[in-house]
């Protein structure tokens, strides 16, 4: 195995680590906690196999097809649609179960840590990067084009964001709304980064991850808005 090969492999297992870390030493949600393990177990198998399928859909329909090994054998994967897949597979399966517990506090400062960690993966393997440019901190990735480190720049973003989603937990603000809040500023970060990826553009001259990033942020944003007004005193429960 060659060393980005092997690089990439590495931070792949360590983020897992790193979240499965985070989330045993991590503040417990009161309603996750009160969970069967049976119900969690099933909670953690729907966001892996939502995750998985996200992160190939766009990838799904390239040369090998839907069916072929290669497909789901092949690196490339997106974490935009990575998160959509798990978080519609989490809520399709609380809602199979009956659960009605929000269980979103618990996962976002071990998802925070863990993307933080991968994403320098992506940077070692050479993968994800940006568009040429002249800064200062320019990364040639072997073709001999100094680019934008887009994978540094999200891993900081993740990083902060898991500082901001402490500071949430520990100051006890945006309860049950932890996790909304950190996608949706990933979708909106996203959004804005693409300006600076080398990805084709298409409808109304956006990205496709663009468009993802957009519907993450803004189905998360409804559904947040639904349930706040669905509390709010006088409305039916």
Not at 2 to 29: D, H, I, S
Not at 41 to 48: C, Q, S, V, Y
Not at 144 to 157: A, D, I, K, M, N
């Amino acid at each position: 195995m060659n060393a980005p090969r092997f690089a990439y492999l590495a931070f792949m297992l360590l983020a897992v680590g790193v979240f499965f870390l985070a989330r045993r030493l991590a503040p417990a949600t009161p309603g996750v906690t009160k969970l069967p393990r049976r119900q969690k177990l099933w909670l953690a198998f729907a966001a892996f196999v939502g995750g998985v399928f996200g992160g190939k859909f766009p990838f799904l329909f390239d040369a090998g097809g839907p069916l072929a090994i290669a497909t789901w054998s092949a690196d490339g994967k997106s974490i935009t649609t990575a998160l959509i897949g798990a978080y519609l597979a989490v809520e399709l399966t609380k809602a199979w179960l009956g659960i009605r517990i929000k269980t979103g506090d618990s996962w976002a400062f071990p998802l925070t840590l863990s993307l933080a960690v991968g994403r320098w993966g992506c940077f070692f393997n050479g993968c994800c990067y940006g568009q040429p440019c002249d800064l200062p901190w320019a990364v040639d990735f072997g073709d001999g084009v100094p680019r934008h480190p887009t994978q540094v720049y999200e891993s900081l973003f993740h990083l902060g964001m898991a500082g901001i989603v402490l500071w949430l937990t520990f100051t006890n603000r945006l309860v049950t709304h932890r996790l909304q809040f950190y996608l949706i500023a990933y979708g909106i970060f996203r959004c804005i980064t693409e300006y600076i990826r080398p990805e084709p553009r298409d409808l109304f001259g956006l990205t496709f991850y663009q468009w993802a990033a957009a519907a993450l942020a803004l189905g998360l944003a409804l559904q947040w808005e639904r349930e706040v007004a669905r509390n709010r005193p006088g409305q039916r429960q």
